[in-house]
């Protein structure tokens, strides 16, 4: 299985970005999709994630109101829209797949918001 992520890049704060992932290569129809991301220093957190279905979603409490994730289940792709980026959310995103037999990650995107 393959998991590639796309969209990083340097915007100032108050800005926006748009992540996307895209996994091939499973045969199996994955049970969520979602975002994690790691800062200097800290450990990795769960940014966002949604279920296959599209109807629950998930958001660490940080980035609620600012952050939205959808898929595209025809193309196995899933999508993070930051908007109002902080300083703070400065960190390399990780998309995660999870299927019944297991997770995969992406390589990470570095996301960095300049004050």
């Known amino acids: 299985v393959q998991v590639v992520e796309s969209g990083g890049g340097l915007v100032q704060a108050g800005g926006s970005l748009r992540l996307s992932c895209a996994a091939s290569g499973s045969i199996f129809r994955d049970i969520a999709m979602g975002w994690y991301r790691r800062a200097p220093g800290k450990q990795r957190e769960l940014v966002a994630s949604i279920i296959r279905s599209g109807s629950s979603t998930t958001y660490a409490d940080s980035v609620k109101g600012r952050f939205t994730i959808t898929r595209d289940n025809a193309k196995n792709t899933v999508d993070l829209q930051m908007n109002s980026l902080k300083p703070e959310d400065t960190a390399v995103y990780y998309c995660?797949?999870?299927?019944?037999?297991?997770?995969?990650w992406g390589q990470g995107t570095q996301v960095t918001v300049s004050s």
């Open positions: 995660n797949v999870q299927y019944n037999n297991g997770e995969y």
